[in-house]
Nanobody, 119 residues
Framework: VQLQASGGGLVQAGGSLRLSCAAS????????MGWFRQAPGKEREFVAG????????SYADSVKGRFTFSRDNAKNTVYLQMNSLKPDDTALYYC?????????????WGQGTLVTVSS
């Protein structure tokens, strides 16, 4: 499974961005898609996750109410709509996939896309 993230950029605080992650390869073997981020000098952290069937979605407390995870199964693409962005949201954002929702670790990772929020 290959994951290609895009959509990062520079935005002012309060602005919005939409990240995309296109999955290819044996995508049928994956159950859950996720977004993670890593800010400079910090550890990578979970942002949001969703099952491909859309039944289950979860968000980090820091982004609840501001970020929305969606999917387009026909395009094998997931999106992260980020609104009301804050400077603390500045990070390299990664999409990831895992074969089973019962696994704790993600199996596949894309390259990061950089989001920079200016104050």
């Amino acid at each position: 499974v290959q994951l290609q993230a895009s959509g990062g950029g520079l935005v002012q605080a309060g602005g919005s961005l939409r990240l995309s992650c296109a999955a290819s390869g044996r995508t049928a073997s994956t159950d859950v898609m996720g977004w993670f981020r890593q800010a400079p000098g910090k550890e990578r952290e979970f942002v949001a996750g969703m099952t491909w069937n859309g039944v289950s979605t979860s968000y980090a407390d820091s982004v609840k109410g501001r970020f929305t995870f969606s999917r387009d199964n026909a395009k094998n693409t997931v999106y992260l709509q980020m609104n009301s962005l804050k400077p603390d949201d500045t990070a390299l954002y990664y999409c990831a996939a895992k074969r089973s929702r019962w696994n704790s670790d993600y199996d596949y990772w894309g390259q990061g896309t950089l989001v920079t929020v200016s104050s």
